[in-house]
């Protein structure tokens, strides 16, 4: 069965910074790209951040320069650090993979709010 598990949302003034993680669980994490996906309020989900098996990373232009994306296969875990946020990252970020048929977590919440 397979399990993605985000924490690390919350409250953040603009400006400030969070770092997300994802845990994997069911699926060979080394093998698999992992995505950042996030969805604002009112607003369709779109991709943040992709992280492939190898390390390389992609990103949105909306995020590049800000954020970073990055992998621990041992502990089986994505990160999205995010930094200089602004009202515009506040969404719910959902961890994603794909091995077989697409699989998400259940989403965390990021508020940028003075």
């Known amino acids: 069965q397979v399990q993605l598990v985000e924490s690390g949302g919350g409250l953040v003034e603009p400006g400030g910074s969070l770092r997300l993680s994802c845990e994997a669980s069911g699926i060979i994490f080394s093998r698999c790209a992992m995505d950042w996906y996030r969805q604002p309020p009112g607003k369709q989900r779109e991709l943040v951040a992709t992280v492939t098996s190898s390390g390389s990373t992609n990103y949105a232009d909306s995020v590049k320069g800000r954020f970073t994306v990055s992998r621990d296969n041992v502990k089986r875990t994505v990160y999205l650090q995010m930094n200089s946020l602004n009202a515009e990252d506040t969404a719910v970020y959902y961890c994603?993979?794909?091995?077989?048929?697409?699989?998400w977590g259940q989403g965390t919440q990021v508020t940028v709010s003075s």
């Open positions: 994603h993979t794909y091995t077989f048929t697409g699989y």
